[in-house]
């Protein structure tokens, strides 16, 4: 190679090394005033400095993820936390994300810590009492900008609880998770049986003779056939209180724990348990640890009728599987006035102590928005609280399952039952265990389960 041609290969390599950390600068330069863009914003702003920390309960991650039944993928809340912060600039927002097992005292925990400004509050009522949450009422008739209209009908009315210091029902959370309580049943065996399809607001009666009618071989596949399901463990008091408030029962009366009168031996309840009894001859084994039903919601389906059932665990199966015209919704039991089943979901509620109030105002505000319910329904699998989202196209997509959702959702009794998350569930529930093992009658089970419920209260 000739002398003048490496030079020139020289100079070039010099130029090309100047060019690379020129550019290398213009680059940093840029992740400094991006970075310093970013410093700077968060000093700027209305909300300037304010840090809001945010507690939720469930399945929800940061970051978008793949929903393990239908493989679409879901938004992390990453996408949540950047409009909120756009809408409200000099603001950060920080989530801590809990599962459901062991959620009452892991936030009980938190709270008296003073760990976040703003809690998903399923426990609203023993909360309240405590003294440690923020009433809402100022703030709802203070902000021109927010109408308790927006939700769909009794969400607002389920969630009015007892301060430490009052005797009326206040609003202490607004709804944040809407859920849902109704039966399911199974179209194709009834075809197959010959059996009408449930009517919308079935009777006690009317399950119990169509269950009969089809527990044992299926005369089409020759199968066998269950009637009826339904869980007998952590959910059955509610089942139970259902079936009491569809023979114009209840639970009991009153709010204030100084007040509750519990009727949970009441003849309603006595017969309702009766008639779980009668029904578990048509269910398959395993009732009490929630086994029988593993071929739910399948092709191969084998049971009729499923009791206090929920959307959570409904519509994307459903859907994901192709069985939106096999599965069937009808109401729950209600008493003479069209109410019965259990208020349930959660409510979203600020901290007594939060250092941030009017920010969390503003999140509590927008967790009702249009936004971040969508979000919700659509990347959450949860249900919406507010009338909008039946315009949602998301939502049409789903109507055959969500309408009588919704409907489930204006029709429970209201307030939510004030022992739906303390210890007189969790007697209750245990003796209708007792009695659906054989170990005691009904009327048995539901006499101690009144004792002692009444001494946790005389000792509370």
């Not at 849902?180 to 119990?208: C, H």
């Not at 209708?432 to 005691?440: D, N, S, Y």
Request: aromatic share 10%; proline share 5%.
């Amino acid at each position: 190679m000739r002398k003048k041609e490496v030079g020139v290969m020289q100079v070039q390599k010099k130029w090309l090394v100047v060019w690379f950390i020129v550019m290398l600068g213009i680059m940093a330069g840029c992740s400094s005033s991006e970075s310093g863009t970013e410093s700077t914003s968060k000093k700027e702003g209305k909300w300037a400095g304010q840090t809001l920390t945010v507690h939720l309960i469930g399945d929800f991650s940061m970051e978008d993820a793949t929903d393990p039944i239908t493989g679409k993928t879901n938004e992390g809340l990453n996408s949540i936390k950047q409009e909120f912060e756009k809408q409200h600039p000099g603001a950060t927002v920080e989530f801590i994300l809990m599962p459901w097992e062991g959620y009452t005292e892991k936030t009980q925990a938190m709270i008296t810590s003073n760990e976040a400004d703003v809690y998903q509050m399923p426990g609203l009522a023993d909360f309240a009492a405590q003294g440690v949450l923020e009433p809402l009422q100022s703030y709802i008739e203070e902000d021109p900008e927010f109408s308790l209209d927006v939700f769909i009908e009794n969400q607002v009315s389920g969630w009015k609880v007892l301060g430490p210091d009052s005797d009326e029902l206040s609003i202490y959370g607004l709804p944040l998770i809407g859920d849902a309580r109704f039966i399911n049943y199974d179209k194709k065996l009834f075809d197959q049986w010959g059996v009408e399809y449930l009517s919308d607001n079935p009777t006690m009666e009317e399950i119990a003779r169509k269950a009969k009618q089809m527990t044992g071989t299926n005369p089409v596949t020759g199968e066998e056939n269950y009637g009826i399901w339904f869980r007998g463990d952590w959910s059955s008091a509610f089942t139970l209180v259902n079936l009491a408030e569809g023979q114009n029962g209840r639970w009991g009366t009153g709010f204030a724990w100084d007040e509750i009168q519990f009727e949970y031996n009441s003849p309603e309840m006595v017969n309702g348990l009766e008639w779980l009894l009668e029904m578990q001859e048509y269910a398959p084994d395993g009732l009490i640890s929630n086994q029988g039903a593993e071929r739910w919601l399948t092709d191969r389906n084998n049971i009729a009728i499923m009791l206090n059932q929920g959307p959570g665990d409904l519509i994307l199966p459903v859907y994901a599987q192709g069985l939106e015209d096999r599965i069937g919704i009808a109401q729950e039991f209600n008493n003479d006035d069209g109410i019965g089943g259990m208020f349930a979901g959660s409510p979203v509620a600020m901290a007594k102590e939060s250092d941030n109030k009017e920010l969390a105002w503003e999140w509590i505000k927008f967790s009702v928005s249009e936004d971040f319910q969508r979000y919700l329904f659509e990347e959450a699998n949860a249900m919406p609280v507010i009338k909008a989202a039946e315009d949602w196209e998301s939502y049409k997509e789903v109507e055959k399952m969500m309408n009588p959702t919704i409907e489930a959702m204006r029709t429970p009794w209201t307030p939510r039952y004030p022992w739906a998350s303390s210890q007189p569930r969790f007697i209750l529930t245990s003796e209708i265990e007792a009695a659906l093992a054989g170990k005691r009658s009904a009327k048995e089970a539901l006499d101690k389960a009144q004792e002692e419920s009444k001494a946790w209260l005389d000792n509370r």
